[in-house]
């Protein structure tokens, strides 16, 4: 059972490490447009440099 | 340069001869662009090295055929250290090519500091450096790219609508991460009683659950904890009260027992259950939000800035919150008034249909009253304010609503009259549980107290805070992809019990807009051209409402060059075989004599002349809307009492009514007296449903029990309206009371089958057999129960 004391916090770790991925993203605004993210994946790379139009918030 | 790359685009390959830019479909195959807008557009977007856009476009034909759009919008520019912000409602975004096209042929200009469209809002954040006089340079090439642009306010509301739907995302992942953890662990747990785990493992297992849960949970409940306290200080009960006393005391028994060493911890079932609904509540919000985004747009996208001529003769763009009493107003042909006032200058005729629901036009003169809401359909007018602020017939009608709307907020939904007896009724059955089990079996405190917790644990209304929830989200969900929004929560149950529809006539019944209607031309004429085609292509170029009645009615004829519009008189065009006008009798210099035959006619017209024709007369006149007939008979026959409401004069609605079936109507309303008349028919039982789109409706509109508005209407009558739906025909009506029906019959089976469950659970945790296990069980079962029968309703799309 000694195994245990090492597997339940690692899978607890493992999943606060999810979490804090998922309230980082949400926090940097990754979930506000859901619909463009879809669309703009496609045009990617052929974008004009464009520096102005980079994310800032 | 740019005529060369223009030539480059690909609409050329297809077989059928396609606009280069919007891809409608040509008559004449040797040309390249429907229209000058379209030419003007795929000029610029080559001129800026942005062809790209037509190899990655995946639009639908003709939905960005550009009209042009003179607009300075400086008045709604903030400007902060030299940077200016401005926020838009992009119209015409169709896929990713056009945010991709937006933001290029913004983020060309130097100034730019940053264009990014927000493609599910449909808005764009645009800042650069620079005053506010930019703006209209910036937005100008977005409309003569063909998208429709809407100054949008970042309002509070709105912001705080969007910080509540992150917090509840928050909330929620906190929860899926908490319950999907403590569950593992419980799985442990629930097999150990077998007999193959000690004693020291199962409390190790039980002290890790607690310490995921407990955090957990209060993060993860804070939104229902806010919501049962400020029941409880309004002295009310509500869904989220025993929700909040079943979670704290399922976590404050589950320490106990945790402490103390026992087997069974509830901690899996508490943060499950917060899960559960923080689900149901986040999908909740984010359809509602979506359907009032959706409102709002349509609303944003009918307001305009105001232009005041100031003493010295210059011209200011104000917003028209901030005109005041006195200030000379602009109003162009076609522009819809924005204040109510007196005429300083000009004469016109206005539709004042929004207004009164009056359809035929008047003719005003200098000294005339007119109202804000009015449609400018003739010469350019200065219209002096006379009114602003309290004193307006708009805020009149705007008090006559909220007087009505109060009324309306006293509504008590099924799902609140079910909570309010519920929670008493759950916490009584406790506390009896404790006291049988601690007098009459004599039971130990400790036990007795379990056992009574194990109720209010069971009996937490997962299934039953869910069962309408689930069915609204659906319901709306289903609905928005009709384009029919729903703008209040209470608006389906509402719905659901309406008998009587009430349908005003102009812009409802009708399209609210001219159309053409008769075309009197003589068989020469006919021979010689095709009279609508060829004044649609003159009049392609006009914004004019007549004007845009008459391209309507050809919308695939080529338009002319070189076209010269004189405003409040009509347009002309000189082609090498002489001079073609279309415009009123006396610009087209229509004989008097033939003038007279038509001299009757009340309908508005337009006259076309040219050479070697001879004069061709137009009628328009406000069309019934297409489906009136057949919705209002479908109406009629699912045994909904139809009456027809109008402002308009008796013989025009009385010919209305016959025409599509009516046998009740009344005319000459004003807008108190159709809120008085609406209030009469509530006093005899009625739940009367308001179909409305004016000005003069929003009074009744907010006193009907429940009330829809087309989108077309103006956006007081939105803002009144519970429901507001999109499209030309009246179909959404028929078909949102066909699923608010619908709707509330789920609604009803939910929360008897979240009542049901709680009847077979309760006898089982009164005497003292549940277990976390059993709780678990049931408690995911009943909710997802509910959940799939709630799916039913999206499921009938499908056949219907």
Known sequence: ?57 | MSVALVLEAPAVSRAAARCAHCDAQLGDPAQRFCCHGCEAAATLVAGLGLDAFYRRRILSPGTLRPEGQEEDLSAFVTTSDGVSRLQLHVEGLVCGACVWLVESALAHDRDVLRARVNFSTRRLRLEWTGGPERAAALVGRLTALGFRVAPFDAEAENDARARQERELLRALAVAGFAAANVMLLSVGVWSGHAGSMGPATRELLHWVSALIALPAIAVAGLPFFRSALRALRAGRTNMDLPISIGVTLAACMSIYQTAAGRPHAFFDSAITLLFFLLIGRYLDTRARGRARQAAQQVVALATRAVRILLPDGAVQVRRAEFVRVGDIVLVASGERIPVDGVIARGATTIDQSFVTGEALPQSVDIGAQVFAGSVNLGQPIEVATRSAGESTLLAEIARLMEAAERAQGRYVTLADRVARLYAPVVHVAGALTFLAWFFLFEASAEEAVMYAVAVLIITCPCALALAVPVVQVVASSRLLGRGILLKSATALERLSQIDTVVLDKTGTLTCGRPDLVAVCADTATRAAIDPVRTASGLAQSSRHPLARAMARAAPRAVAWRDVVEEPGAGLRCTTPEGEWRLGSRVFCGVAAKLALTHASDERLELWLVGPGISPVRFAFSDALRRDAKPVVAALRARGYEVRLLSGDRAHAVEAMARAVGVEVWLADCTPGGKARELAALAARGRKVAMVGDGLNDAPALAAAHASLSPSSAVDIAQTAADVVFQGDGLAPVLETLDLARAAQNVARQNLVLAIGYNALAVPLAVGGLVTPLVAAVAMSSSSLIVIANALRLARKEGRS
């Open chain 1, 1 to 57: 059972m000694n195994s245990l004391l090492i597997l339940i916090p690692l899978a607890v770790l493992l999943g606060l490490l999810g979490l804090a991925a998922f309230l980082w993203a949400l926090r940097s605004g990754q979930f506000e447009d859901l619909d463009g993210a879809a669309q703009r994946i496609l045009l990617d790379g052929e974008t004009p440099s464009l520096p102005a139009t980079r994310r800032k918030t």
